[in-house]
Every structure is written in structure tokens, then in C-alpha cells.
């Protein structure tokens, strides 16, 4: 997903990355303000985070919606293995 960060540039989130934040996030290994640290523990380049923090909310919805749809799939398609209809 591209995102619009000033002045005409835009920096591409994509699931990878977004993947990437949340793990540093979720770990609790730093405060998530402190974008260098950040940076170091995800690979992220700074005006990424910042692009990811700033739009944290639609990146969630996006690729959670995205995980939940495959998940989805996955378990019709592993209900029909089991039923013996594939």
C-alpha cells in the first residue's frame, strides 16, 4: 500500500513490513517512539515507521482483514479435504 508522506513522495507499506513493525511492537522490546531503536530491531527505514505509525489503523485493518480472509479459505478448503469433496 502506497502512503502519501509529504511534499509528492509516497513510501510503499507492504505486508512484509507492516508484519515487520507489529513484531517489534508486539515483543515490548522498546518504546515504539523511539524510531531509531525501532528501525535497528525491524529493518524498517525511518520514514516507514513513521508512514506505519501515521496510518496504523488503516495498515491494521488492511492486512488483518487480508489474514482473516486467507484463513477463511484455508479452512473451507480443508473442510471440503475432509468431507472428500476435493
Same mark, same amino acid.
Not at 509528492?8 to 515490548?28: F, L, M, N, P, Q
Not at 496504523?56 to 475432509?82: A, G, H, N, P, V
Given at each position: 500500500m502506497?502512503?502519501? !508522506? @509529504? &511534499?509528492? $513522495?509516497?513510501? =510503499?507499506?507492504?505486508? /512484509?513490513?507492516y508484519? @515487520?513493525? %507489529?513484531?517489534? +511492537? =508486539? #515483543?515490548g522490546?522498546?518504546?515504539?517512539f523511539?524510531?531509531? +531503536?525501532?528501525? &535497528?530491531l #525491524? @529493518?524498517l527505514? $525511518? =520514514? %516507514? !515507521?513513521i ?5 496504523? /489503523? *488503516? *495498515? ?5 482483514? %487480508?489474514e482473516i /480472509?486467507k484463513?477463511? +479459505? %484455508?479452512?473451507? *478448503? &480443508?473442510?471440503m479435504?475432509? $468431507?472428500? =469433496?476435493?
Amino acid at each position: 500500500m502506497k502512503i502519501y !508522506i @509529504g &511534499q509528492d $513522495r509516497t513510501v =510503499e507499506i507492504t505486508k /512484509e513490513k507492516y508484519e @515487520g513493525y %507489529e513484531a517489534v +511492537r =508486539e #515483543s515490548g522490546a522498546t518504546n515504539m517512539f523511539d524510531v531509531k +531503536r525501532v528501525a &535497528q530491531l #525491524s @529493518g524498517l527505514k $525511518r =520514514e %516507514e !515507521i513513521i508512514a506505519i505509525m501515521n496510518n496504523y /489503523e *488503516l *495498515l491494521k485493518k488492511k492486512y488483518k482483514d %487480508e489474514e482473516i /480472509e486467507k484463513e477463511e +479459505r %484455508e479452512d473451507k *478448503l &480443508q473442510e471440503m479435504i475432509d $468431507r472428500d =469433496e476435493v
